[in-house]
T-cell receptor, first 112, second 113 residues
């Protein structure tokens, strides 16, 4: 069964600290993995997208990693800012876009 | 470009009424996606169009839901008749090709009383 599981469900950290969010998937055949940031009341915004051959991709203070062998991905946020408070959603696509599996997201709160 | 445009932003209706949600994708994008988001189920893909043709509607909940894309710049999602359990935020997204980055609209918050 195609599944995407994210952990933790929620996370609170102090401003300036680093954090890492996890995503495990069982989607097959794998096409790509995306991380989205969703602010409250807004649509998701793409942070990174990685295909099978890529194992790391950065977007500013966001760095995503992918281990296609263990089917795990992580999103590392460096020097967190208050504006990083949002839900982070891991999305895995199987070959053919109709098979898009969403994780339930990690709710990140940054405290001053 | 203004990004993906959705209307209305908010819709409140009574059970049994017809609801039509509208989406204008980013110019030049050839793939369009309709999603539904609820607290219980998170984000779910409802239907996906490529070059105005529906590719997979297996995510559409039931026959009460229908979607059309008459041209490259416009799509609708219709619910008839609406039910309280349809209350959710409906997002439209577009991309150049189905494997590329999807750009989401602001969503339509639907409340069915």
């Amino acid at each position: 069964k195609n599944q995407v599981e994210q952990s933790p469900q929620s996370l609170i950290i102090l401003e300036g600290k680093n954090c890492t969010l996890q995503c495990n998937y069982t989607v097959s055949p794998f096409s790509n993995l995306r991380w989205y940031k969703q602010d409250t009341g807004r649509g998701p915004v793409s942070l990174t997208i990685m295909t099978f051959s890529e194992n790391t991709k950065s977007n500013g203070r966001y760095t995503a990693t992918l281990d296609a062998d263990t089917k795990q991905s992580s999103l590392h946020i460096t020097a967190s800012q208050l504006s990083d408070s949002a839900s982070y959603i891991c999305v895995v696509s199987a070959l053919g876009a109709s098979k898009i599996i969403f994780g339930s997201g990690t709710r990140l709160s940054i405290r001053p | 470009d203004a990004g993906v445009i959705q209307s209305p932003r908010h819709e409140v209706t009574e059970m049994g009424q017809e609801v039509t949600l509208r989406c204008k994708p980013i110019s030049g994008h050839n793939s369009l996606f309709w999603y539904r988001q609820t607290m219980m189920r998170g984000l779910e893909l409802l239907i996906y169009f490529n070059n105005n043709v529906p590719i997979d509607d297996s995510g559409m909940p039931e026959d009460r839901f229908s979607a059309k894309m008459p041209n490259a710049s416009f799509s609708t999602l219709k619910i008839q008749p609406s039910e309280p359990r349809d209350s959710a935020v409906y997002f439209c997204a577009s991309s150049w090709d189905d494997l590329n980055e999807q750009f989401f609209g602001p969503g339509t918050r639907l409340t069915v009383l």
